[in-house]
């Protein structure tokens, strides 16, 4: 019966650690804490303003705002265009892009003071703050 027990306690510590482990795990695309993620960032066309995005909210093209896939909304993040220096702090309040190997959609004003308004995309960094 200890034996019985014993294993049973075994097979529950096993358990336990292995969705412990599986909650640090990421996907690669997670961008979480201070850590950075880089991709492509696009714009919202103006067809977009004054609708809802997916906190609620209304769209603005004036607004320094953006969507990414899995940041929490009202998450602040730096966006960093890599060919230009340039950068800009947003808000997350929507989701998306939903195009392969972009990392966030930003707002027409924000990618203005990105400099990648006559572009379309560019390749960024995406750092969330503190």
């Known amino acids: 019966m200890w034996r019985r ?3 049973l306690v075994a097979v529950a510590g096993w358990a336990i650690a292995v969705v412990a482990l599986a909650g640090c795990a ?5 961008t979480s804490g201070t850590t950075s993620e880089h991709g492509q960032a696009s714009y919202y066309h103006d ?5 809802r995005t997916a906190s609620g909210e209304l769209y603005d ?3 320094l705002t953006a ?6 909304f009202d998450t602040r993040v730096r966006v960093t265009n890599l060919d230009n ?3 800009v702090t947003v808000r997350i309040n929507d989701r998306g892009p939903f195009t392969e ?4 959609d930003l707002s027409r004003r924000a990618a203005g003071r990105l400099g990648i308004i006559k572009a379309g995309t560019a390749p960024v ?4 703050l503190p």
């Open 5 to 7: 027990v014993s294993r």
């Open 26 to 30: 990421t996907d690669g695309g997670e």
């Open 47 to 51: 067809r977009y303003q004054g609708q």
């Open 61 to 63: 093209a004036e607004a």
């Open 67 to 72: 969507a990414h896939r899995k940041l929490p």
């Open 85 to 87: 220096g340039r950068h």
């Open 101 to 104: 190997g972009r990392v966030i």
């Open 125 to 128: 960094r995406v750092t969330p």
